[in-house]
Nanobody, 121 residues
Framework: VQLQASGGGLVQAGGSLRLSCAASGSFFSINDMGWYRQAPGKERELVARITSTGSTNYAESVKGRFTISRDNARNTVYLQVNSLKSGDTAVYYC????????????????WGQGTLVTVSS
């Protein structure tokens, strides 16, 4: 399974971007999908997650500004990021919890390569 993230870039404070992450390869199903970010000198942190049934949760710092969604037919997760602040500057990583087989509930974690979001003030 490979994840390909895209959509990052340089944007002014207050601007918006739409991040995408698509999965390819062989698997049975995708359970949770999520976005994490890692700023320079900081640990990776959860930004948002969405379950297979569409339930979502967000980091407090992005609530009301970021929206996560998924397209199960395309095995793709999106992150709409609005009202960007300088503190949102980071590499954003997508994460999928994947069931490889219908005969096991075991999940494997997969990560995208990261897409850089830089917010200028």
């Amino acid at each position: 399974v490979q994840l390909q993230a895209s959509g990052g870039g340089l944007v002014q404070a207050g601007g918006s971007l739409r991040l995408s992450c698509a999965a390819s390869g062989s698997f049975f199903s995708i359970n949770d999908m999520g976005w994490y970010r890692q700023a320079p000198g900081k640990e990776r942190e959860l930004v948002a997650r969405i379950t297979s049934t569409g339930s979502t949760n967000y980091a407090e710092s992005v609530k009301g500004r970021f929206t996560i969604s998924r397209d199960n037919a395309r095995n793709t997760v999106y992150l709409q990021v609005n009202s960007l602040k300088s503190g949102d500057t980071a590499v954003y990583y997508c994460n999928y919890k994947v069931r490889r087989s219908p005969y096991s509930a075991y999940e494997t974690d997969y990560w995208g390569q990261g897409t850089l979001v830089t917010v200028s003030s």
